[in-house]
C-alpha cells in the first residue's frame, strides 16, 4: 500500500510511504524531467517504520518521522532529495540519560518544525536545522503541540482532547485567535502571510522569494498583520475553514468555508495562496472541493477515486494536489489531481494490493434513549453464519467504509462485520463527540449493546451467533461489552484496549494522561467513575472466549492492560488468550505481524461460532 505522501513544492517529485513487506518505509518518487518514473528507497539506520515524510520548502530536504521498533515514541531524520546523497542524520536532540518522543509537524522555511516531548510530559514546539542540528525552543508547555510556523509567527494548539484552542505566538506576543467558547476544538491551521505583499515559501524550479520576517512587523507595529487559515468549530455545531487576521489592534475572523450538518476533515493551501484544497466529511464518506483563494469561490465536488481521503498535500503554485484515497476495494494509494482541470493523473507506479471487499451500508441505528447512531454493515457472498462488530478507537476515531485487512477474512468465513459509531464518536459534530465524555460512558456501552441487538432485530444474524471486537478504545469497549452485557455475546477480540482506566493513567505517557482528563475523567477526583467503568472490575462477568491482542512496545496504552484481564479471566477459568508482538507497538504496523493478527483473528472467532 501506498499512503502519506507529500509533493515537493515545484511538483517534479513527490515521498510517500509504502507498506509491503516488514516495517512501513519512504520511498521518494520522480514525476518530471530526466528521473521521471524512477524511485529511490529513503535509507535510515534505524529499524522501525517511518510514519511521516514531509518536503521541505524549498525541495531541498525529506524529514522523515520513525517509530523504533513500531513504538509509539518517535524520532526525526532527514536526508536531501538528491538521490545520490545517502548521508542520513538523527536531529532530535535528547541528553544522554534523558528519553522522549519527537513529532515531525513540517517546515519553516528551511528549518524542521517539531515538537519534542520529555518523559516529563512537557512538550517543546521548536525549529531545528537539518544540517546542524541547532533548535531554537519557540514555546514550552504541558499539552502544547505546535501546528505551523512561518518567519518569526507560530500557532500552537493547547487544551485537553475535545477543549482545545490554537494560540498564536507572535515574537514576544501570546495571542488567542478565537472567543472561549468551552467544548470547541480548534485543531489545525496554517499561517498564510506577515505583511503585504506576500512572499512565496518557495516558488516553482527551486526559487525561493524573498520575504521580510514576522519580527520586524511585530504586533506593537501598525503596518503588520499574521494571517491564517484554522479548522475549527467555535461558535458552530461542525468544524469549518476560518481565516483569522492578527494585529496590533486586536484579532478579527471570518468563515471561509462551510457545509451545514458536515464536518471538515482537512485543508491545505499553496504557498502562493491561490488554492485551498479541501476535504469534507459526509457520513464518514470524503468529499473533495477546491477553493479558490482570491475571491474565495468552491468549486463542485470533485469525484474521488475511492469513497475514504485524506493526507492531502499541494505544490507550491497550487499545479497539483496529492492524497491518500481508499475504500473496502481499494487499499490505500495516492493519487494526483489537477486542481484546476479537476483531472486525475495516472503515475507509473504498482497498484496497492491486498485483500478486497464489496461496499459497505451505511446504517442508522436509534440506540434507547433515541439518539441517531451510524454504523456500515459489510455482508458475506454467502451465507450468514453470525455477525461480528469491530468499534474503532479515539473515542473521537470514525468508522468510515476504508480499508481494512481484517474484514475479508471475516467475510469469506461467512460472518457479516458491523462498524458503528457509537457515541463519542468524531465527524458527526461537537455535540456527538462530547456525547460520552465521563459519566456518559455508561452511555456509550450501552450502544454497542443497542447496535448488537439491531442485528438480531433486523435478522442480519441470530442472537446467540454476535461477537465484540475492537482497536485501542475500541478494545476498551469491546471488553467493556462483554462485562456491562455478557448475555449478548459469545466471543471478544480486544487489540491494544485498556482494561482498568486507573492502571492506565498510571502506565500511559504522561502527556496523553493529561489530555484524557475530561474525556474519561481525573484518576483522583473521579477515581471511583473510573473503578465503575473498568472492564477489570467486572472481569467476573466476563464469560465469552476473549483474545486479547498487544504491542510489546505500546506505550500508548502499555500490554499490562491486556496482561492482567488476562490474568484475571485465567484466575476465574474463563477461555481466554494473550497475543503480544514483542517487536511492535499501538498500531501493530509490521507487515507481517498483520497477517498473524488477521489469521488469529479469522482462528479464534471460527472457533467460538464453531465454523
Not at 282 to 309: K, M
Amino acid at each position: 500500500m501506498n499512503y502519506g505522501a507529500s509533493l515537493s513544492p515545484d511538483a517534479t517529485a513527490f515521498a510517500h510511504l509504502v507498506d509491503d513487506g516488514g516495517y512501513p518505509r519512504a520511498v521518494q518518487r520522480f514525476l518530471r524531467g530526466w528521473r521521471a518514473s524512477s524511485s529511490r528507497d529513503v535509507e535510515l539506520p534505524v529499524v522501525g517504520p517511518v510514519t511521516k515524510v514531509i518536503h521541505s520548502a524549498d525541495g531541498h530536504w525529506l524529514a522523515c518521522q520513525v517509530a523504533p521498533e513500531g513504538g509509539t515514541r518517535s524520532q526525526i531524520w532527514v536526508v536531501t532529495t538528491d538521490p545520490d546523497d545517502r548521508d542520513a542524520r538523527r536531529i532530535d536532540y535528547w541528553p544522554a540519560d534523558a528519553e522522549g518522543t519527537a513529532e515531525l509537524i513540517g517546515w519553516d522555511g528551511t528549518q524542521v518544525a517539531a515538537i519534542l516531548t520529555g518523559e516529563d510530559g512537557v512538550g517543546s514546539s521548536c525549529l531545528i536545522d537539518p544540517a546542524t542540528g541547532d533548535t531554537l525552543v519557540l514555546d514550552r508547555r504541558s499539552g502544547g503541540r505546535l501546528v505551523d510556523a512561518w518567519a518569526g509567527a507560530s500557532l500552537v494548539r493547547v487544551g485537553p482532547r475535545g477543549y482545545q484552542e490554537l494560540i498564536m505566538l507572535w515574537g514576544l506576543t501570546e495571542i488567542a485567535l478565537l472567543p472561549s467558547d468551552p467544548g470547541s476544538v480548534t485543531d489545525a491551521g496554517v499561517i498564510l502571510d506577515d505583511h503585504t505583499p506576500r512572499r512565496l515559501r518557495s516558488g516553482l524550479d527551486g526559487e525561493t522569494a524573498l520575504y521580510y520576517p514576522a519580527s520586524t512587523y511585530g504586533p506593537n507595529s501598525t503596518e503588520g498583520f499574521v494571517r491564517a487559515l484554522i479548522r475549527s468549530d467555535n461558535g458552530a455545531a461542525h468544524a469549518r475553514l476560518l481565516e483569522v487576521t492578527v494585529t496590533a489592534e486586536g484579532v478579527t475572523y471570518h468563515v471561509v468555508a462551510e457545509r451545514a450538518g458536515y464536518e471538515l476533515d482537512e485543508f491545505v493551501v499553496s504557498d502562493d495562496l491561490s488554492t485551498v484544497a479541501l476535504l469534507w466529511n459526509i457520513d464518514g464518506r470524503s468529499e473533495l472541493q477546491i477553493l479558490e483563494y482570491a475571491d474565495e469561490t468552491l468549486s463542485v465536488p470533485v469525484p474521488l477515486p475511492g469513497p475514504v481521503a485524506g493526507e492531502l498535500t499541494i505544490s507550491a503554485g497550487g499545479s497539483m494536489v496529492a492524497m491518500t484515497v481508499q475504500g473496502p476495494s481499494l487499499p490505500r494509494t495516492v493519487e494526483l489531481v489537477d486542481p484546476r482541470s479537476l483531472e486525475w493523473e495516472r503515475i507509473d507506479r504498482e497498484p496497492s494490493r491486498g485483500p478486497l471487499t464489496s461496499l459497505p451500508t451505511l446504517e442508522r441505528i436509534t440506540a434507547r434513549d433515541g439518539l441517531e447512531l451510524t454504523g456500515w454493515l459489510y455482508r458475506p457472498q454467502d451465507e450468514v453464519v453470525g455477525a461480528v462488530m469491530f468499534l474503532h478507537g479515539g473515542p473521537e476515531g470514525q468508522a468510515r467504509p476504508e480499508y481494512n485487512e481484517i474484514f475479508p477474512a471475516l467475510l469469506d468465513v461467512g460472518f457479516a462485520v458491523l462498524t458503528p459509531n457509537v457515541r463519542g464518536s468524531g465527524g458527526f459534530g461537537r455535540a456527538f463527540v462530547h456525547a460520552d465524555d465521563k459519566e456518559l460512558r455508561f452511555a456509550a456501552i450501552d450502544d454497542v449493546a443497542d447496535c448488537a441487538r439491531y442485528l438480531v432485530d433486523r435478522g442480519i444474524a441470530p442472537a446467540d451467533r454476535l461477537a465484540c471486537t475492537g482497536w485501542s478504545y475500541g478494545g476498551y469497549l469491546t471488553q467493556a461489552a462483554l462485562a456491562f452485557h455478557p448475555e449478548l455475546f459469545v466471543a471478544g477480540i480486544s487489540i491494544c484496549g485498556m482494561s482498568d482506566l486507573n492502571s492506565f493513567y498510571h502506565t500511559t505517557e504522561p502527556w496523553i494522561a493529561a489530555a484524557s482528563y475530561p474525556e474519561y475523567g481525573h484518576p483522583v477526583a473521579d477515581h471511583d467513575l473510573l473503578e465503575r467503568l473498568s472492564p477489570l472490575s467486572r472481569a467476573d462477568q466476563v464469560i465469552a472466549p476473549l483474545l486479547l491482542v498487544h504491542g510489546g512496545n505500546d506505550t500508548n496504552v502499555p500490554p499490562g492492560e491486556s496482561r492482567q484481564m488476562f490474568d484475571a479471566l485465567t484466575a476465574l477459568g474463563r477461555t481466554v488468550e494473550l497475543l503480544i508482538f514483542d517487536d511492535d507497538g499501538h498500531e501493530i504496523v509490521k507487515r507481517e505481524n498483520r497477517a498473524t493478527l488477521v489469521d488469529a483473528a479469522t482462528r479464534w472467532l471460527s472457533k467460538a461460532f464453531g465454523v
